[in-house]
């Protein structure tokens, strides 16, 4: 039996903080520095101290986010393997965090959308399972960064609910699977007490000041080998797109304003989905000259030669394999949407989520001036400005000045 205590997150502790290094997880921990007097442990994959330090630095360099060099004096790396017994760390540090932490962050997963569910479970969902058993010594919060992919679509259910899921024909593939499996351990775990939140997250965008774009991210994958070639799939209807400092900064509030009795889940989807036909014609109105296909024509007629292309269409390759089998989806950070296969021969997985219950997230956000930018024009044409200042897409005919 696990006794909760009373208050919230110990901000003038000590708040543990996985996945630091990574796109959401860099812009997390810029958010609870901010928003907290508490030292941050970072947990890095690395092999010395050292190391860890210059990752965590380099990451946040790297998604330009500046911090004051008081708020970088708070942050400790930490080196460390999720995927193995107690994170990696010597079982004396392990019961130190558990002791000293008065808050837990799991952000860090291992994404990938063409490994099966034996494969990521050691990373994804063991990893709950240790950082569980680290929060049960004194009932520490555990804020879980989940995905709205393991919702099931559709064709399955009208609505997505705040609340844990049961196991559902939608579960195909192993990044998914692993995530829903993590989902699992927190909901018998807040069934035993211990405190925890699940924030589902659908594709994170970049922030709205700077149009950074996250360049692994599996649609802008797809347009950055589409657009040189002209050519661009027809993929899904309409997906769920959240900028990264609106989640960094909604997430963050309402893990440490609310102390949730056992389990609260969020569905951080407040604004309307972004549909693919608007975000194609804002790619045309930017000054691209590009042509829509059947996914299928479009994999048969893209240049092969580009990295960003030969990743790319080995996913579609993996994609084929699913809908023959298993199934798969994209990178875990998304709402997908409905395909028309028609006469494809690639027929799409039905990805496309019913009607999203976001009333948790709309009410803990409420009066706490924190709202989500809408998805138009000007934004994609910053993130589109932002790849072509990168130099990842080449300027458009007619050159518009970036």
């Given at each position: 039996?696990?006794?909760?205590?009373?208050?919230?997150?110990?901000?003038?502790?000590?708040?543990?903080l996985?996945?630091?290094?990574?796109?959401?997880?860099?812009?997390l921990?810029?958010?609870?520095?901010?928003?907290?007097?508490?030292?941050?442990?970072?947990?890095?994959?690395?092999?010395?101290?050292?190391?860890?330090?210059?990752?965590?630095?380099?990451?946040?360099?790297h998604h330009?986010?500046?911090?004051?060099?008081?708020?970088?004096?708070?942050?400790?790396?930490?080196?460390?393997?999720?995927?193995?017994?107690?994170?990696?760390?010597?079982?004396?540090?392990?019961?130190?965090?558990?002791?000293?932490?008065?808050?837990?962050?799991?952000?860090?997963?291992?994404?990938?959308?063409?490994?099966?569910?034996?494969?990521?479970?050691?990373?994804?969902?063991?990893?709950?399972?240790?950082?569980?058993?680290?929060?049960?010594?004194?009932?520490?919060?555990?804020?879980?960064?989940?995905?709205?992919?393991v919702?099931?679509?559709?064709s399955?259910?009208?609505?997505?609910p705040?609340?844990?899921?049961?196991?559902?024909?939608?579960?195909?593939?192993?990044?998914?699977q692993?995530?829903?499996?993590?989902?699992?351990?927190?909901?018998?775990?807040?069934?035993?007490?211990?405190?925890?939140?699940?924030?589902?997250?659908?594709?994170?965008v970049?922030?709205?000041?700077?149009?950074?774009?996250?360049?692994?991210?599996?649609?802008?994958?797809?347009?950055?080998?589409?657009?040189?070639?002209g050519?661009?799939?027809?993929?899904?209807?309409?997906?769920?797109?959240?900028?990264?400092?609106?989640?960094?900064?909604?997430?963050?509030?309402?893990?440490?304003?609310?102390?949730?009795?056992?389990?609260?889940?969020?569905?951080?989807?407040?604004?309307?989905?972004?549909?693919?036909?608007?975000?194609?014609?804002?790619?045309?109105?930017?000054?691209?000259?590009?042509?829509?296909?059947?996914?299928?024509?479009?994999?048969?007629?893209?240049?092969y030669?580009?990295?960003?292309?030969?990743?790319?269409?080995?996913?579609?390759?993996?994609?084929?394999?699913?809908?023959?089998?298993?199934?798969?989806?994209?990178?875990?950070?998304?709402?997908?949407?409905?395909?028309?296969?028609?006469?494809?021969?690639?027929?799409?997985?039905?990805?496309?989520?019913?009607?999203?219950?976001?009333?948790?997230?709309?009410?803990?956000?409420?009066?706490?001036?924190?709202?989500?930018?809408?998805?138009?024009?000007?934004?994609?044409?910053?993130?589109?400005?932002?790849?072509?200042?990168?130099?990842?897409?080449?300027?458009?005919?007619g050159?518009?000045?970036?």
């Open positions: 039996d696990i006794t909760c205590r009373r208050g919230g997150a110990n901000q003038e502790g000590r708040i543990l996985t996945g630091a290094t990574g796109f959401v997880g860099a812009h921990l810029a958010e609870l520095l901010a928003s907290t007097e508490a030292d941050i442990v970072c947990t890095v994959r690395a092999s010395s101290p050292a190391e860890a330090t210059a990752r965590i630095h380099q990451a946040l360099d330009r986010i500046l911090l004051p060099e008081p708020a970088r004096h708070r942050i400790t790396a930490l080196p460390a393997d999720l995927a193995r017994p107690r994170l990696g760390l010597k079982p004396d540090l392990f019961t130190d965090l558990a002791e000293t932490c008065g808050a837990i962050f799991h952000n860090a997963a291992t994404v990938s959308i063409m490994r099966e569910y034996a494969t990521l479970r050691a990373a994804n969902t063991e990893s709950t399972r240790h950082l569980l058993r680290m929060a049960t010594v004194r009932a520490t919060p555990l804020h879980y960064v989940s995905t709205l992919s919702a099931p679509p559709l399955h259910s009208p609505d997505v705040e609340t844990f899921l049961p196991p559902h024909p939608g579960l195909l593939h192993g990044y998914q692993s995530k829903w499996a993590s989902e699992r351990l927190l909901e018998q775990a807040a069934a035993r007490g211990l405190p925890v939140t699940v924030h589902r997250l659908g594709r994170v970049g922030p709205v000041d700077t149009g950074y774009v996250n360049e692994r991210d599996f649609l802008w994958s797809v347009l950055r080998a589409g657009i040189p070639a050519i661009l799939p027809d993929l899904f209807e309409d997906e769920i797109w959240t900028p990264v400092d609106f989640v960094a900064k909604s997430l963050v509030h309402l893990c440490l304003t609310q102390r949730p009795p056992t389990a609260t889940v969020f569905n951080h989807a407040v604004i309307e989905r972004v549909r693919l036909s608007d975000l194609y014609d804002w790619v045309e109105e930017y000054g691209y000259p590009v042509r829509r296909l059947p996914l299928a024509q479009w994999r048969n007629r893209l240049p030669s580009a990295d960003v292309a030969a990743t790319t269409l080995a996913f579609f390759d993996s994609w084929d394999a699913g809908t023959h089998d298993a199934g798969t989806d994209d990178t875990g950070t998304h709402d997908a949407g409905t395909h028309d296969a028609g006469t494809d021969d690639t027929a799409v997985p039905e990805l496309r989520l019913g009607h999203i219950q976001a009333n948790n997230v709309r009410t803990g956000l409420h009066d706490s001036g924190i709202t989500c930018p809408l998805i138009d024009r000007d934004l994609v044409f910053r993130y589109l400005d932002h790849c072509v200042a990168a130099g990842s897409l080449p300027a458009p005919p050159t518009r000045p970036i």
